[in-house]
Nanobody, 120 residues
Framework: VQLQASGGGLVQAGGSLRLSCAAS????????MAWFRQAPGKERTFVAG????????NYVDSVKGRFTISRDNLKNILYLQMSNLKPDDTGVYYC??????????????WGQGTQVTVSS
């Protein structure tokens, strides 16, 4: 599975962005997926995850109520709708495919990352 993330950019605090992650193989529909982010000088951390059919979603506490993860298994695309963005949301965002039907604990495939910068 190859993953291609896109949709990042520069936005002011309070603004919105939608990230997309296009998958190259039909096996996308069988895999749990997730978004991670890496802030400058920090480790990559989990942001949101979704099960293979979208019935289960989980989020890190700092983005609950602001971010929504979703997927389109017909188009093989994973999304992350981000609203009310804060400067602390700045970082490189990566999509990842789990080796199971639910997100985690291990991720076998990773996208190349897309930069999100939130100005204050």
């Amino acid at each position: 599975v190859q993953l291609q993330a896109s949709g990042g950019g520069l936005v002011q605090a309070g603004g919105s962005l939608r990230l997309s992650c296009a998958a190259s193989a039909r096996t996308f529909s069988n895999n749990g997926m997730a978004w991670f982010r890496q802030a400058p000088g920090k480790e990559r951390t989990f942001v949101a995850g979704i099960s293979w059919n979208g019935s289960y979603k989980n989020y890190v506490d700092s983005v609950k109520g602001r971010f929504t993860i979703s997927r389109d298994n017909l188009k093989n695309i994973l999304y992350l709708q981000m609203s009310n963005l804060k400067p602390d949301d700045t970082g490189v965002y990566y999509c990842a495919a789990s080796s199971r039907a639910v997100p985690g604990p291990e991720y076998r495939y990773w996208g190349q990352g897309t930069q999100v910068t939130v100005s204050s």
